[in-house]
């Protein structure tokens, strides 16, 4: 089957890993991600900070093109670029006026009918079914993720249907268990971690990746899993420094969901680009002789 | 921490509540204090101002204050408190609404940093329609530094650099950095867009 496909800005650049993940777990499941033509930014949180018209008309433009390839679902694996598209979608369907004036600008013009999924949104069903756990020739045995979520996978700022449970979703705990790997029980999973604070307030960014840091490690977790590229990115690269203003004295690997499927499909872990991290995760797969 | 007396103001008590609720799309008015919000507020021990405490700023017509404190600035968007809420008061929104209108009424912001990087990203996205991590710090990096020397601050000027430079040099050993930069072909649609933004500010 083919499935629209949004990247975003991250997957094309800090995070291309993921794209490149993305690409083959799907592939090997019989789905064909068709990159929707020219897509532009969403605007992430900035957008929503300055300007209420572009927060959602920058979106639009990308649900325009969607909608013209005639495809019924698009998945968007950043959790950002998730959000502010679906609520751009939300915010349409019940603004006609301003779907209009957005309309008047593009060549594309917003329908409003395709889905909007996030990645565990496809990915969930195919790990219940089983599906996904056929097409692994490896148990992720001794693997101890802490899921990690974030926000804004499960939290809107406009009612929209929310696929997981808001406070304590389970999809990656789903997805992990079915590939063997013992998913931790933890309190920190939908904590934020600063998003761009790290960069532009990065005292109150390293106190958030403290506190997710120090229940993880608790909790008995050997590695991280993520869906978002700005948890991904920030839990991976402020670690070391997090780690050091906080007396910590573990490191944990920070991975994408896509790359624990892909290893247990036996993919090669540097075509994934799993040693681009900027926090060693080669390490404990060796150490787990999962590579 | 100790909180602010705030004032009440009648007459800008009723214009600021109905601004407020009109762009933020919020009923402030459902309100009732419990402070599920402030509980679960990540950065509500770095601002001493909660989710309620704005809330209550906008009943009151305090303006100077609803638009100038560290929660407006320091909000991570991260909507916990819109998700609790009882009466499903959205209030990041509000903090949006509340940073908008600080901007328009030109009002120096308390955290220059945060206000500049997210101008910086919109800048460098309406330039290539995508948003190039390089070229959007390069404008926020020059923009802070600015302002740093302007007031003398070149210990935070080296430190920023040291900083960064030391991210940089990690991400492109581990080959993270991406110099091309990637850019929308139909840029006129998405200026048009931001040219749409600015003649609609103010309606």
Request: net charge neutral; hydrophobic share 35%.
């Amino acid at each position: 089957m083919e499935l629209a496909y949004y990247p975003g800005c991250s997957l094309h650049a800090s995070s291309q890993l993921y794209d490149v993940q993305c690409k083959m777990v799907f592939r090997n499941l019989g789905i064909e991600l068709k990159e929707i033509e020219d897509w532009n930014c969403c605007g992430a949180t900035a957008a929503a900070k300055t300007d209420d018209f572009l927060a959602i008309a920058l979106p639009a433009r990308n649900l325009g093109i969607a909608d013209a390839t005639g495809l019924s679902e698009m998945v968007i694996p950043c959790s950002s670029c998730y959000s502010r598209t679906l609520v751009s979608q939300k915010r349409l369907s019940c603004d006609p006026g301003l779907k209009d004036a957005i309309n008047e600008e593009l060549g594309h013009k917003v329908e409003g009918k395709i889905k909007v999924s996030n990645i565990l949104e496809v990915l969930m069903p195919r790990a219940t079914s089983g599906e996904i756990a056929g097409k692994a020739h490896k148990k992720l045995e001794g693997l101890k993720p802490a899921c990690y979520y974030g926000c804004l996978l499960t939290r809107f700022p406009c009612d929209v249907d929310v696929t997981d449970d808001v406070e304590n979703p389970q999809g990656m705990e789903t997805i992990c268990k079915s590939l063997g790997a013992e998913p931790v029980d933890w309190s920190y999973k939908t904590d934020c971690c600063g998003a761009s604070a790290s960069v532009n307030d990065a005292d109150q960014s390293l106190i958030l990746m403290s506190r997710i840091m120090k229940d993880a490690v608790a909790r008995g977790a050997n590695c991280f899993v993520s869906t978002c590229p700005l948890c991904q990115f920030n839990v991976d690269a402020y670690q070391e420094q997090v780690a050091q203003k906080y007396g910590l004295e573990k490191r944990l690997p920070v991975y994408f969901i896509t790359e624990l499927i892909g290893i247990s499909m036996g993919f090669d872990p540097v075509e994934m680009q799993v040693d681009r991290h900027l926090t060693d995760a080669m390490g404990l797969l060796k150490e787990l002789k999962l590579i | 921490m100790s909180a602010k007396t705030l004032q009440y103001e009648a007459t800008s008590a009723k214009s600021l509540l109905q601004e407020v609720a009109e762009r933020s799309g919020q009923n402030l008015l459902a309100c009732y204090q419990c402070r599920r919000c402030a509980a679960g507020c990540p950065v509500g021990e770095e601002t001493g101002v909660t989710p309620d405490r704005l809330i209550r700023m906008v009943l009151l017509g305090d303006k100077e204050e609803a638009l100038s404190n560290l929660l407006v600035w320091k909000c991570v968007a991260c909507y916990t408190c819109g998700t609790r809420c009882p009466n499903n008061i959205q209030t990041a929104r509000i903090t949006e609404t509340l940073k908008q209108m600080s901007k328009a009424a030109h009002l120096e912001p308390l955290r220059p940093r945060i206000a500049d990087f997210h101008n910086a990203f919109m800048q460098a996205t309406e330039h290539m329609g995508r948003f190039n991590e390089i070229e959007g710090m390069r404008i926020y990096e020059t923009r802070t530094a600015v302002k740093e020397m302007k007031s003398g601050n070149f210990g935070a000027i080296v430190d920023e650099i040291k900083n960064q430079a030391k991210l940089g040099m990690t991400m492109m050993k581990k080959k993270r950095m991406h110099l091309k930069a990637d850019q929308v072909k139909n840029k006129a649609e998405v200026k048009a867009l931001y040219r749409k933004a600015r003649q609609g500010k103010g309606a």
